[in-house]
């Protein structure tokens, strides 16, 4: 008997998570960015060389995430249609969930290197928005999520 478990890559957005098998393997942001969950990777789906406007920084097509960070992004993009964000929120499912200690001034920081580090492969800097006493956002995103399935 064969062991070998095949996966079938889903590119359409599934509402219905509980159904068998499925598992969130990552997002595309826009038609242009991969984010994928298990490398904890921020990928450009297209291999252009581009230059920085402000000087020779050259953009990457690829880009590692920590943890903490990774975690922080997939929560935005898995709440991208709802609206805001509260800073309270985001504390309690980036940090606390996972027993690390949370302040908002960690979270400002862990916000604005993730904005940092996403500009580098050409995600505008406003992609992720934030408005005092509502908390964060993603900015004009079209966000799909991908599944994994076993069959």
Known sequence: MDDTIQIKYVA?????TSESGLLLFGYIINDEYQVDIKSGSVIKLYNTIEYHQHGDDRFTNYL???????????Y??????CGYV?????????????NLSSSTT?????????RARLSKIGIAD?????????????????????YIKKI
């Open 12 to 16: 359409t957005p599934i509402t219905k």
């Open 64 to 74: 590692k995430l920590r943890e903490t960070m990774l975690r922080l992004l997939i």
């Open 76 to 81: 935005l993009l898995a709440h991208a249609n």
């Open 86 to 98: 509260s800073n309270q929120e985001l504390l309690v499912q980036v940090w606390e969930n996972y």
């Open 106 to 114: 960690r979270l400002t920081q862990v916000i604005s290197e993730l």
């Open 126 to 146: 406003d992609f992720i928005k934030s408005s005092r006493g509502k908390g964060y956002t993603l900015r004009g995103a079209s966000v799909t999520p991908l």
